[in-house]
């Protein structure tokens, strides 16, 4: 039942910003951890960064760590990535995804729903 649509993917200069965001259709999205992964063309789909029900616990991914923020507005079942300075290789299509549990993950299997990607691409 539960769908998630994500959106803010563009082309940005190498050392820019994106903000995406990813909207829940379900009422329970405050119950559960979410996250967000990225898979490039010819490559294994990626963790990104995660973050728990409530936000009060959140995992990077060392590429991003530093340049990268997510959070999540559970009033408005939104979860959103912060991207900046971005770099060609953070090129990708982005995906969000639910977790199994109501805490932060990092592994593809704990994941359970997944939207259905937006592109973001960086050029040099």
């Known amino acids: 039942q539960v769908q998630l649509v994500e959106s803010g993917g563009g082309l940005v200069q190498a050392g820019g910003s994106l903000r995406l965001s990813c909207a829940a259709s379900?009422?329970?999205?405050?119950?559960?951890?979410m996250g967000w992964f990225r898979q490039a063309p010819g490559k294994e789909r990626q963790f990104v960064a995660s973050?728990?029900?409530?936000?009060?616990?959140?995992y990077y991914a060392d590429s991003v760590k530093g340049r990268f923020t997510i959070s999540r507005d559970n009033a408005r079942s939104t979860l959103y990535l912060q991207m900046n300075s971005l770099k060609p290789e953070d090129t990708a299509v982005y995906y969000c995804?639910?977790?199994?549990?109501?805490?932060?993950?990092?592994?593809?299997?704990?994941?359970?729903?997944w939207g259905q990607g937006t592109q973001v691409t960086v050029a040099s």
């Open positions: 973050i728990s029900w409530n936000g009060g616990s959140t």
């Open positions: 379900g009422r329970t999205f405050s119950t559960y951890g």
């Open positions: 995804a639910r977790r199994r549990t109501a805490g932060a993950g990092t592994g593809l299997h704990e994941f359970d729903v």
